[in-house]
């Protein structure tokens, strides 16, 4: 059973940097893909960052280009998400997700089939 749990989020001043964690549990690393995602009040839930861990391969939204950083850490089954010169318009819960199925980078929500619970993360100005 595949199991996602993420952590290290906060609240921080804007400007400020936060790291994601994403611990993953009966999931593969190779040849798969994971994503982070975010989901503000009220709106919907949107891509942020994936990555395919069979070439490497990175997607970004164009909102979080240049700050944030998707990587892994495969001896510990972790995915991280480094989050840099943080702004209000950050602030979301942000989840992890994970797919065996595709193997390809994904972005779209629909593509995969794992998701965490979420972890907040509030920037104030």
């Known amino acids: 059973q595949v199991q996602l749990v993420e952590s290290g989020g906060g609240s921080v001043q804007a400007g400020g940097s936060l790291r994601l964690s994403c611990a993953a549990s009966g999931y593969t690393f190779s040849n798969n893909c994971m994503g982070w995602f975010r989901q503000a009040p009220g709106k919907e839930r949107e891509g942020v960052a994936a990555i395919y861990f069979g070439d490497g391969r990175t997607y970004y939204a164009d909102a979080v280009k240049g700050r944030f950083t998707i990587s892994q850490d495969n001896a510990k089954n972790t995915l991280y998400l480094q989050m840099n010169s943080l702004k209000p318009e950050d602030t979301a819960m942000y989840y992890c997700?994970?797919?065996?199925?595709?193997?390809?980078?994904?972005?779209?929500?629909?593509?995969?089939?794992?998701w965490g619970q979420g972890t907040q993360v509030t920037v104030s100005s």
């Open positions: 997700a994970a797919d065996d199925r595709l193997g390809r980078i994904l972005s779209a929500i629909t593509s995969y089939n794992y």
